[in-house]
Nanobody
């Protein structure tokens, strides 16, 4: 079972930037899709971004498209989420997740390993 640990969250003003990291243990990181999800208080967990095992294919929620960039370094077993032009509505706990296989997916059920989350707070 893979273990995922997120880092890089914090408090930032609107318009600012943060870079989240997701470090994975285990040797099978490179063969699975990886995703970022977020959950705001009182709301369901929602898809933010996903990246294929090779990094050649990415997917984004409409709400973050053009502002967030996902990437991965399989040699370091690490995935990243660069978040620019942050808005107060981006405030949430951000989770990284490993997919069940190599198929791109945007639903939580397609992922079976989750990190503990990192808080991102954007002030207006």
């Amino acid at each position: 079972q893979v273990q995922l640990v997120e880092s890089g969250g914090g408090l930032v003003q609107a318009g600012g930037s943060l870079r989240l990291s997701c470090a994975a243990s285990g040797r099978t990181f490179s063969t699975y899709i990886m995703g970022w999800f977020r959950q705001a208080p009182g709301k369901e967990r929602e898809f933010v971004s996903a990246i294929s095992w090779s990094g050649s294919t990415t997917s984004y929620a409409d709400s973050v498209k053009g502002r967030f960039t996902v990437s991965r370094d399989n040699a370091k077993n690490t995935m990243y989420l660069q978040m620019n032009s942050l808005k107060p509505e981006d405030t949430a706990v951000y989770y990284c997740a490993r997919g069940r296989n190599s198929l791109m997916a945007v639903t939580t059920t397609a992922y079976n390993s989750w990190g503990q989350g990192t808080q991102v707070t954007v002030s207006s």
